[in-house]
């Protein structure tokens, strides 16, 4: 008599645990080697970010040193290293070439940039540090609309639930603070304080979305040099105007000059890399990885300022990068206008282009079927 098998009556094999299907569809989808790639690059810009706080701390704190000097020489780099370049090429690209059809565009786009790192350190002399880490975050809605209407974005619902994610950890990482006894500034003008977040990370937004257009449509290079040039011109206008007697004043040593040279290499590499990343993600996914950056200063901080640990940073940090990686999990779709005359890259997830996520998803779809 031949034995009875194990697939019963019906003869069907049984199914297998809805854990292990569970487990198959987070290890394809959401924990690819492009996403890890993409989680490793922002934290990289987190940790260059983190690097510019520490060093802008200490010189605030105890050398009086104003924000404006500090990125000043930032925008010199730039131009030192990537105008100068631009200044070198041959045909379309070169300096006067762009300077000819575009030179307002870019006055624009500097201007942006400048005010908005001006804006937001301002706004901690006003207002409590609570209002500008949550009013920070109101440069990603704006960030979004912008990417809606000037790069024809099109999201999906996962998209706006892992961007509610991301915030409800930076509400995490404020309500720590405030445990922790971090709140001690209570501000002398709290609303001027608040609207200059506001203003700093709507021109946040500008600046990024710019960022983005231009290194995916034009080049890296072009978008660094013009930002140099007329990011230096601008701040420096500026920093004559506004922080000259502060410049006079500063007591020069070898502490202040490491601390200077410290910053200016932590937001040099930050803005050479940023546009590296946004090429192969999009500027919403990398500020959305950034979030991040005020942990890394308060891990920092812990050992350097004296801070007080609390269990919900490791809590908000935890949530933060599950709203990133469900945000990368999913690639948006892009929508060419009705009229345009420029043929599309593509139909869908041009935010992960670089990734190649689409492929990705196909290919572990096939895998579980």
């Known amino acids: 008599m031949e034995a009875a098998s194990p697939a019963g009556p019906s003869g069907r094999q049984p199914h297998a645990p809805g854990s292990a299907s569970l487990l198959l569809w987070i290890k394809g989808k959401l924990f690819t080697w492009n996403i890890l790639k993409t989680i490793a690059l922002g934290q990289m810009l987190s940790l260059c970010i983190c690097g510019t706080a520490i060093t802008s701390q200490y010189l605030a704190e105890r050398y009086k040193v104003n924000p404006m000097l500090q990125s000043f020489i930032n925008y010199c780099l730039l131009f030192l290293i990537y105008t100068v370049m631009l200044a070198f090429q041959s045909g379309s690209d070169n300096l006067l070439c762009i300077l000819k059809k575009k030179w307002w565009k870019y006055i624009l786009l500097g201007l942006a940039d400048v005010e908005a790192n001006y804006l937001i350190v301002r706004a901690y002399q006003y207002t409590t540090l609570t209002s500008v880490q949550l009013l920070d975050c109101f440069g990603i809605p704006v960030l979004m609309a912008l990417s809606w209407f000037v790069l024809y974005a099109r ?18 990482m404020v309500g720590a603070d405030i445990l922790a006894g971090r709140e001690d500034n209570t501000g002398n003008n709290v609303l001027i304080g608040d609207i200059l977040v506001l203003l700093g990370a709507s021109l946040y937004a500008v600046s990024n979305v710019c960022e983005e257009y231009i290194v995916k449509k034009l080049s890296r290079k072009e978008f660094l040099g013009m930002v140099g040039l007329f990011g230096t011109i601008i701040s420096g206008i500026q920093l004559l105007i506004v922080e000259y007697k502060d410049i006079a004043s500063i007591h020069w040593d070898w502490k202040i000059a490491l601390l200077f040279v410290a910053f200016a290499l932590c937001m040099f590499c930050l803005y050479s890399f940023m546009p590296l990343v946004i090429k192969v993600t999009s500027a919403t996914s990398v500020n959305l990885g950034i979030l991040t950056a005020d942990l890394y200063s308060l891990f920092f901080g812990l050992f350097l300022f004296g801070y007080k640990f609390s269990g919900l940073y490791i809590l908000s940090f935890t949530i933060i990068m599950v709203g990133f990686i469900l945000y990368c999990s999913t690639p948006t779709r892009t929508a060419e206008p009705a009229e345009s005359s420029v043929p599309p890259v593509t139909s869908i997830g041009i935010d992960n282009l670089g990734l190649k996520l689409e492929e990705n998803l196909q290919e572990t779809h096939s895998a579980v079927l």
């Open 155 to 172: 999201y999906r619902v996962i998209h706006f639930i892992a961007v509610a994610v991301c915030l409800l950890g930076v509400g995490t």
